[in-house]
T-cell receptor, first 111, second 115 residues
Framework: KQEVTQIPTALSVPEGENLVLNCSFTDSAIYNLQWFRQDPGKGLTSLLLIQSSQREQTSGRLNASLDKSSGRSTLYIAASQPGDSATYLCYRGSTLGRLYFGRGTQLTVWP | SQTIHQWPATLVQPVGSPLSLECTVEGTSNPNLYWYRQAAGRGLQLLFYSVGIGQISSEVPQNLSASRPQDRQFILSSKKLLLSDSGFYLC??????????????FGQGTRLTVV
């Protein structure tokens, strides 16, 4: 069974820091990798999607990279803000329509 | 544009009562559909997925069932709820009929509390 691991599980930082969240997967034959944000008690909001043929995607202060050979993806958050506080989840696509998620990184950015 | 609707947002049900959560997708056809559960402090657990009408795959044995009576409708059910069924249930869809998955989209979730 494919596994998705996210490190760290929790992160608490002061405002303004640059952050790196990691996602690793055991099956290198991935298709897409997507990063989500989840606020408490809410659904998932898509942040970035990296197609299997791509190496990275950028949106504002967010940059996500994908290294299929090592089975890793990294979400980089520049100049963090308190509004970035949330749980960040990565998912990897698969055949047969399955979606596999990591357990997430709970981020707290304090002013 | 595509949208996904999930309801109700919050539900409190007694143990032993039935359950029906509904999810519909608009603006696309032949989507892959998914039901996830997120227990407190835990990750997202895939419960069911469907690649077409009447085609349901179960990831874990449990007290729940799923049905897809129409192309863009996905229903999560239970005949008798257990306390352990409490959690946050999320419906999702992705584009179907493709070997390579594309972007996934999520509903806003249903908070189920079994008392």
């Amino acid at each position: 069974k494919q596994e998705v691991t996210q490190i760290p599980t929790a992160l608490s930082v002061p405002e303004g820091e640059n952050l790196v969240l990691n996602c690793s997967f055991t099956d290198s034959a991935i298709y897409n990798l997507q990063w989500f944000r989840q606020d408490p008690g809410k659904g998932l909001t898509s942040l970035l999607l990296i197609q299997s043929s791509q190496r990275e995607q950028t949106s504002g202060r967010l940059n996500a990279s994908l290294d299929k050979s090592s089975g890793r993806s990294t979400l980089y958050i520049a100049a963090s803000q308190p509004g970035d506080s949330a749980t960040y989840l990565c998912y990897r696509g698969s055949t047969l329509g399955r979606l596999y998620f990591g357990r997430g990184t709970q981020l707290t950015v304090w002013p | 544009s595509q949208t996904i609707h999930q309801w109700p947002a919050t539900l409190v049900q007694p143990v032993g009562s039935p359950l029906s959560l509904e999810c519909t997708v608009e603006g696309t056809s032949n989507p892959n559909l998914y039901w996830y559960r997120q227990a407190a402090g835990r990750g997202l657990q895939l419960l069911f997925y469907s690649v077409g009408i009447g085609q349901i795959s179960s990831e874990v044995p449990q007290n729940l069932s799923a049905s897809r009576p129409q192309d863009r409708q996905f229903i999560l059910s239970s005949k008798k709820l257990l306390l352990s069924d409490s959690g946050f249930y999320l419906c999702a869809w992705s584009r179907g009929r493709a070997r390579v998955n594309t972007e996934a989209f999520f509903g806003q979730g249903t908070r189920l509390t079994v008392v």
